[in-house]
């Protein structure tokens, strides 16, 4: 059961110019989260965003949550090659649900 | 230091055989996760559980079982009707909240191959 889908599927920058990526989904939601994964590694939460707010900052990470149009994205500023991962949002499966459903995620890469 | 810890990070499996993923976590989290994970794809749900005695299926259950005895642990079995479980297994714990208001902690992952 698929909620968010990720665009791009793959993303590939040059270091210090900014990287956006987008996340659509289903269903009303309470909140949407973002995850980062290096490449054969788990996944690390990098910020979560509830769907009374609409844009929320954590260092170089920018999320805005657009919940009339069903989507969110992910802005890095000034991208470092350790920025090279893959991408993923997440939201409750249904409204008021424990588990998460993930997206495709998007593929990031940093090119020095 | 808290976390979670997954093993074995390799694992081989022959044709028939059930194995078994281990997941332990001392974050003192209710709840715990299991996603599969294929090469370049997201991640599908395979179990969860929100509390110790108690675990229901997600998306792709079938050739899976898991036992939750202890809030730390939460192991998964990978059984021989399983047919294609060459994958990346990912665990995960979190604080219970309404919603999935909290995000998820991460094990490093196994990596599952029928040999």
């Known amino acids: 059961s698929q909620q968010g889908e990720e665009d791009p599927q793959a993303l590939s920058i040059q270091e210090g110019e900014n990287a956006t990526m987008n996340c659509s989904y289903k269903?009303?939601?309470?909140?949407l989260q973002w995850y980062r994964q290096n490449s054969g590694r788990g996944l690390v939460h990098l910020i979560l965003i509830r769907s009374n707010e609409r844009e929320k900052h954590s260092g170089r990470l920018r999320v805005t949550l657009d919940t009339s149009k069903k989507s969110s994205s992910l802005l890095i500023t000034a991208s470092r090659a350790a920025d090279t991962a893959s991408y993923f949002c997440a939201t409750p499966s249904i409204q008021g649900a424990q588990k998460l459903v993930f997206g495709q995620g998007t593929r990031l890469t940093i090119n020095p | 230091d808290g976390g979670i810890t997954q093993s074995p990070k390799y694992l081989f499996r022959k044709e028939g055989q059930n194995v078994t993923l281990s997941c332990e976590q001392n974050?003192?989290?209710?709840?715990m996760y299991w996603y599969r994970q294929d090469p370049g794809q997201g991640l599908r749900l395979i179990y969860y559980?929100?509390?110790?005695?108690?675990?229901q299926k997600g998306d792709i259950a079938e050739g899976y079982s898991v036992s939750r005895e202890k809030k730390e642990s939460f192991p998964l079995t990978v059984t021989s009707a399983q047919k294609n479980p060459t994958a990346f297994y990912l665990c995960a714990s979190s604080i219970l909240g309404q919603g999935a208001t909290y995000g998820y902690t991460f094990g490093s992952g196994t990596r599952l191959t029928v040999v």
């Open positions: 559980s929100q509390i110790v005695n108690d675990f």
């Open positions: 974050l003192n989290h209710d709840a």
């Open positions: 269903t009303s939601i309470n909140n």
